[in-house]
């Protein structure tokens, strides 16, 4: 794996944990949280298979 891939591997989980800590805080909504979670799986994906 290269440098590109391991920071994916390591910034989409961060992201994905963040989203649902906001969501149990009360600050996103049911909508916001899945679509913060599914735009960085689908990003992480994208970028992770073009490398």
């Known amino acids: 794996m290269n440098d590109a891939q391991i920071g994916l591997s390591v910034a989409?989980?961060?992201i994905i944990i963040f989203a649902l800590v906001l969501?149990?805080?009360g600050v996103l909504q049911r909508t916001g949280t899945l679509a913060a979670v599914l735009a960085s799986v689908?990003?992480?994906a994208v970028l992770f298979i073009e490398r």
């Open 12 to 14: 989409t989980p961060i």
């Open 23 to 25: 969501y149990r805080m």
């Open 42 to 44: 689908a990003c992480a």
